[in-house]
């Protein structure tokens, strides 16, 4: 957290120095909003069509037309098409991080695949701090699936039952409730060794794939810290939701002979009434499972 805090300030007061101009910002509908650059946020574009509107946007992407400034120069963009020059590529973007210049805008709620799956990123996040706050594991890998999101740690041991779920649960529902704000830091290859230094797992993430001279990115929520491309959900008080799947044995990297570590399955919603209605859809598919059918 240390190490954090002094890259953080050095960060934002980077980002002070950057100049503020009249931006541009055109929505899919040809519409186009007047902004500031490092001022405005694609939130603060959507309360300009509706604060109600605005509070269900999960996660945006942005297309820059005319870039003020950035920090992210020689930093990955994991959506970009290899046959496009940056004025037509697309970034994922945090809702509330500032825009930084003229821009082609999209906004996306839950309801849409991309804003699912942001949703489940972040989630995975708060499974993540759970793991580390209640059973001090050394986490590794963390992504969104299409049924929801997983958590793989190193815990030295299987030590994780079905008996381990409801806790699990009730620390998340914590953290949730603590509306802990998803912080964006961009780190060069040296800084992040220094900051994950306790981690050999996000050490060899690091060495292995940042090569020498560029950047990477981690975000915090809470008193998490994570190796992370981003981007995530504004808040964790929009998870209304949040349910322990299974859990299973996995492998570092996948590969015969690493370390064995510990996978946790969950699934959260952004309302009790649709976890209800996902915890239905599954137990009726079960229902008519031919494995079972078989069987019976």
């Known amino acids: 957290m240390k190490v954090w805090n002094e890259l953080i300030e050095k960060q934002k007061k980077t980002y002070e120095g950057f100049p503020h101009e009249a931006i541009k910002v055109t929505m899919p509908d040809g519409s186009v909003k007047e902004g500031t650059s490092f001022k405005t946020s694609p939130y603060d574009i959507a309360c300009g069509i509706s604060k109600q509107f605005a509070d269900k946007i999960i996660v945006a992407k942005v297309k820059y037309t005319k870039r003020v400034a950035t920090l992210d120069e020689g930093l990955l963009n994991p959506e970009a098409e290899d046959d496009k020059g940056e004025q037509d590529q697309w970034f994922a973007w945090d809702v509330m991080r500032v825009l930084e210049g003229d ?11 991309y804003g699912k799956e942001t949703f489940w ?3 995975a996040h708060v499974l993540g701090e759970t793991l580390e706050n209640e059973y001090g594991v050394h986490l590794t890998h963390g992504p969104p699936t299409d049924q929801g999101f997983f958590y793989d740690s190193y815990a030295g041991k299987d030590i994780f039952t079905e008996k381990n779920y409801k806790d699990i649960e009730k620390a998340a529902q914590k953290i949730v409730s603590e509306k802990q704000n998803f912080e964006r830091l961009v780190l060069t290859k040296e800084d992040s060794l220094k900051l994950f230094g306790s981690n050999p797992f996000k050490q060899s993430i690091i060495t292995g794939k940042i090569p020498d001279g560029g950047k990477v990115t981690a975000y915090r929520c809470g008193n998490l ?27 570092w990297l996948g590969k015969q002979g690493n370390d ?25 598919a079960a229902k008519r499972d031919h494995r079972t059918i078989g069987k019976n």
Do not use: W
């Open 103 to 113: 821009c082609d805008l999209l906004l996306f709620k839950f309801d849409d695949p």
């Open 121 to 123: 990123h972040s989630s």
């Open 225 to 251: 810290i994570d190796l992370c491309t981003g981007p995530h959900i504004p808040t964790t008080k929009i998870i209304k939701a949040f349910k322990i799947m299974k859990n299973s044995a996995s492998l």
């Open 260 to 284: 064995q570590l510990q996978r946790i399955y969950g699934v959260t919603f952004p309302s009790k009434k649709e976890m209800d209605e996902h915890i239905h859809l599954i137990e009726e």
